[in-house]
Nanobody, 114 residues
Framework: QVQIRESGGGLARPGGSLTLSCTAA????????MAWHRQVPGKQREMVAS??????NYLTSVKGRFTISRDDAKNTLYLKMNDLQPDDTAVYYC?????????WGQGTQVTVSS
């Protein structure tokens, strides 16, 4: 069974930065296009950024602020988030873009507040 683990969330001030990490021993991040998603309670989950053989894609609202990357040796996916805004507050998840793996990780909470 796929087990995805996200970490690195926390509280940030507007304009601040955080870096999220994702690991999953059963998934090759090199062979799979992977993505960061986020969800706010009561709203649909949205894909924030993806990284695969065709490159990267970003949600319009995070372009220029967020950077998705991976460390192949560590099989770890990252999301570097700069210039964080209150609208970025959400639980962030790592999974394939579509179709996602059936099992989602617990996510990591990002809260942006002054």
């Amino acid at each position: 069974q796929v087990q995805i683990r996200e970490s690195g969330g926390g509280l940030a001030r507007p304009g601040g930065s955080l870096t999220l990490s994702c690991t999953a021993a059963e998934i090759s991040f090199v062979l799979n296009t992977m993505a960061w998603h986020r969800q706010v309670p009561g709203k649909q989950r949205e894909m924030v950024a993806s990284l695969g053989s065709r490159g990267t894609n970003y949600l319009t609202s995070v372009k220029g602020r967020f950077t998705i990357s991976r460390d192949d040796a560590k099989n770890t996916l990252y999301l570097k988030m700069n210039d964080l805004q209150p609208d970025d507050t959400a639980v962030y998840y790592c999974n394939r873009p579509s179709p996602p793996f059936d099992t989602w990780g617990q996510g990591t909470q990002v809260t942006v507040s002054s």
